[in-house]
């Protein structure tokens, strides 16, 4: 086909549109790490913290240079996450772009996820040879931001609502009140961990991950959160830490990232007590494609092409389920590896929480 052809039978507003998108995500793609610049210069901060300010009044403020100020608060607030006034020339944070940039522990803090977003496609010219070769990248051959954002990004919802999720499992909160066994696997910097070590203080939390930079972050955070009488830190596979008997096996955002599912979770099964609970906790995704083609599935696609399908193909079977399995695929999964009962527990806009019982 010449390109005449081909011109001569484009749809125009098709096309139009197709350009307008463009647009938006050329635009939050240079958003990424101008919001990672934002959250690490403390400009997001201090706009919360004094209200309305002009480029010099920040710039003073954060120690800064008035004219990249200047510049990063226009495409701020050309992005809609920062208010300008024509009247007064300040600029400002409404209580919901502050609650969205300049609260840590808000669910849905974002700064956190431009880090993890921005550093994860570093990996893209390793990842176009690993398109050719089909060879995987592993977890632990990213850039460390990866693991930080990953941390800050997913906490937050964490510390918001994983006691309504362990509260949903069948039975597992008097015993954790009461003082039980966790073992939380692919535990990263222990975000989940250490909030469950807080939550129920007569438990012990063992946190298990394979990579060993994580682990010792981990240990770190659990001596500044004063939780390390109560939670250890161990690194070993899914498929191969240790310990027997456990009261709640949890995987947070990890399962899809496994290289052999079928066989982490036939090993959970003989570290868990028969009647006890294995909880995943897993992306949000519907079971088809079709029903996948939202934001954040897009979203979803994108960091598993980046960093979950190159982990999972870099282990031992390779499976790849996808951070977009959905209920069905991951019923079948956890099934095989020798569990009977496998339901729906929680779930949230972006979270999936499943119990799994012997
Ligand atoms: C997306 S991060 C989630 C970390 C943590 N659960 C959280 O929610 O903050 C996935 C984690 O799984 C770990 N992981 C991947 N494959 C693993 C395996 N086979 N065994 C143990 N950990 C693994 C990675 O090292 C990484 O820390």
Known sequence: MTTDTRTDSLDQAELGELV???LVDLGATVHAALAVIGDELGLYATLDETGPLTTAELAERTGTAER????????QAAGGYVTY???TERYSLTPEQAHLLADEDSPVFMPGAFQLVGSVAKIA???????RTGEGIGWHEHDEDVFHGTE???GPSYGAFLLDWIGALDGIEPRLKSGGRIVDVGCGHGAPTIRIAN???NSTVVGIDYHDDSISVARERAASAGVADRVSFEVATAREYDGADYDLVTMFNCYHDMGDPVGVAAHVRETIQPEESWMIVEPYANDRVEENLTPFGRLGYAISTLACTPNSLSQDVGYALGAQAGEDK????VTEGGFTRF???AETPTSLVFEAKP
């Open 20 to 22: 307008e998108s463009s």
């Open 68 to 75: 990249y100020v200047r510049e990063w608060l226009r495409s």
């Open 85 to 87: 006034d024509p009247e």
């Open 125 to 131: 010219p390793d990842l176009q040879e690993a398109f």
């Open 152 to 154: 800050r990004f997913f």
């Open 199 to 201: 939550a129920y203080p």
């Open 330 to 333: 991951t019923r079948e999964v």
């Open 343 to 345: 339901r729906r527990a």
